[in-house]
């Protein structure tokens, strides 16, 4: 999600309202998106479920909670977008629950991102050391940790709110956007702060892994010269969600060239912002990946292959002694 446009935008998209024509058309297309990269990335959920040798490999279990989070994250850019059109308002609390669980998921794909080229850089370059150190155990422990260190910037904040606004003030509506909600200056300087020190170390880990991998590659490596293909791609996605950090900026100087198109600027920059990046992990993982690619050929397809399920477990299930 992005929670940096500027507050004078935010007040004039407060004034302006699409006509029924012009947002059912919108709303179709963000739906539509969103359900066919909802349905791909359930595909890899489900592919990962079927098959034990993804689940004891911590490459894959990353790569998973990466996926899980783009699709609550995706679900929650839609579900938001959706209601703004046909409600306008929600209520307080509820808002604040929907807003607080996609900074949460924003704040964890950089840092998701930064795991997983760890990960590569130890299967790479300290690869007998590589079962000791990246266990599924840890794995999770890992995941247990992302999730607490994404709520370091944000819960500050909830309890600020908490604090400072009285009871009636949850059981109001409002227009469900962070800057209708997260009101005070200190807490909007404190999350940009948060979110640029995030992503200097994230950016930070992936020059180091991608450097070194780089070098293993040398050694005409297959596996460390894919790792490195793969940091790259984690370096891109990383950029497209860079892209929400400029977002305010980009709306101003496009508003500034076009005045009377800020509805039509904010939708195009919510579908290259929240949407476009989503399409990005299926293509490192389940189009890239051989081995996952197999498996979830047959799944994506609504079927289920010989090649999928070999003859012995095909037999095993047929005749059990």
């Known amino acids: 999600m992005n929670f940096s446009a500027g507050e004078s935008n935010f007040t004039v998209v407060l004034m302006q309202r699409d006509t029924f024509e012009t947002a059912l058309t919108k709303n ?16 890899l959920v489900h592919t990962f479920t079927k098959h034990q040798m993804f689940k004891t490999n911590p490459r894959y279990i990353l790569f998973i909670h990466l996926v899980v989070n783009d699709i609550l994250q995706l679900t929650l850019a839609c579900l938001l977008h959706v209601l703004s059109y046909i409600v306008f308002t929600l209520n307080v609390s509820f808002c604040c629950f929907l807003l607080v669980t996609a900074i949460f998921t924003t704040f964890n794909t950089p ?16 690869p007998l050391r590589h079962a000791q150190i990246c266990t599924v155990q840890r794995t999770y422990i890992t995941i247990s940790l992302i999730w607490v260190l994404t709520a ?32 005070y200056p200190t807490m909007i300087e404190r999350k940009n702060t948060s979110l640029y ?12 892994t991608y450097l070194s991998i780089m070098f293993a590659a040398r050694a005409a490596s297959g596996d460390a010269r894919k790792a ?8 891109l996605q990383l950029l497209l969600c860079m ?14 060239l076009f005045p009377i198109k800020l ?9 290259i912002v929240q949407i476009i990046p989503r399409f990005v992990s299926p293509i490192v993982y389940g189009l890239r990946d051989q ?11 609504c079927r289920v292959n010989a090649s999928t399920y070999p003859r012995n477990r095909v037999a095993t299930f047929f005749n059990p002694k």
């Open 152 to 183: 370091i910037p944000i819960l500050p904040d909830v309890f600020i709110l908490v604090a400072n606004e009285p009871l009636s003030f949850f059981s109001s509506r409002i227009f469900c956007h962070p800057e209708g909600l997260f009101r």
């Open 291 to 301: 081995t996952f690619r197999k498996h979830l050929k047959g799944y994506l397809l």
């Open 243 to 256: 892209i929400s950090y400029v977002r305010a900026a980009l709306e101003g100087g496009l508003l500034y």
């Open 197 to 208: 020190i995030f992503l200097a170390l994230v950016w930070l880990t992936l020059l180091y």
């Open 228 to 235: 490195r293909n793969t940091i790259l791609l984690h370096g």
């Open 263 to 271: 509805l039509e600027i904010r939708f195009a920059s919510y579908v």
């Open 28 to 43: 179709i297309i963000v739906v539509a998106l969103c359900l066919s990269i909802n349905y791909i990335n359930s595909m």
């Open 111 to 126: 840092v998701n991102l930064a795991t997983m080229a760890i990960e590569r850089y130890i299967a790479v370059c300290i």
